[in-house]
């Protein structure tokens, strides 16, 4: 079966420092996995994604993403947070049978502090 | 260029109601979604259409109708809402070339 999983519910960073957003999945064949960020009161925004090529995938907003084959991890990162990263972030993954069907993480609440 | 409309934006309903969240694209994807968002579950896939005229079961598709009668519509159907069904709802779409999919800005629903 398919999933994903985010396993911080919040991660808080100082403004300024290097952020890392964690997320594993588990899927059959190759994954596609993507990364959403969402803001208050407002529906979700595509960050990145990875589908093949490069590990390093670069997205929005300065935000890059490591796809780790061997962990099965896609790790959200970005070098320099600031206060407007503050946002809910979503991982997901393709369900590969073809029927376009995501799967999400249950969200990592991003605060940067100033 | 619109992207993804939904409406209404909120909704409070009795219990019992009838009630059908609207969902329109302006992009002309094939395929189309419906989420549901709650409080330490994430995104939730309640239905799904990969193109006009046919439609799917998500993840938790119970209470809840779609239909597909043209590329651009995708509305949802709540036959007779119970409490459970507060929640936000979320409508996406994606390209039947490509994987990303774009989010409507979603309807908070509550029913009592």
């Known amino acids: 079966a398919q999933s994903v999983a985010q396993p911080e519910d919040q991660v808080n960073v100082a403004e300024g420092n290097p952020l890392t957003v964690k997320c594993t999945y588990s899927?059959?064949?190759?994954?596609?996995l993507f990364w959403y960020v969402q803001y208050p009161n407002r529906g979700l925004q595509f960050l990145l994604k990875?589908?093949?090529?490069?590990?390093l995938v670069k997205g929005s907003y300065g935000f890059e993403a490591e796809f780790n084959k061997s962990q099965t991890s896609f790790h959200l990162k970005k070098p320099s947070a600031l206060v407007s990263d503050s946002a809910l972030y979503f991982c997901?993954?393709?369900?590969?049978?073809?029927?376009?069907?995501?799967?999400f993480g249950t969200g990592t609440r991003l605060k940067v502090l100033a | 260029i619109a992207g993804i409309t939904q409406a209404p934006t909120s909704q409070i309903l009795a219990a019992g109601r009838r009630m059908t969240l609207r969902c329109t694209q302006d992009?002309?994807?094939?395929?189309m979604y419906w989420y549901r968002q709650d409080l330490g579950l994430g995104l939730r896939l309640i239905h799904y259409?990969?193109?006009?005229?046919?439609?799917g079961k998500g993840e938790v598709p119970d209470g809840y109708s779609v239909s597909r009668a043209n590329t651009d519509d995708f509305p949802l159907t709540l036959a007779s809402a119970v409490p459970s069904q507060t929640s936000v709802y979320f409508c996406?779409?994606?390209?039947?070339?490509?994987?990303?999919?774009?989010f409507g800005p979603g309807t908070r629903l509550t029913v009592l």
């Open positions: 996406a779409s994606s390209a039947q070339s490509a994987d990303t999919q774009y």
């Open positions: 899927v059959s064949g190759n994954p596609y």
């Open positions: 990875y589908i093949t090529g490069d590990n």
């Open positions: 997901a993954v393709r369900d590969g049978t073809g029927t376009y069907k995501y799967i």
């Open positions: 992009m002309r994807h094939n395929a």
């Open positions: 259409s990969n193109t006009a005229g046919t439609t």
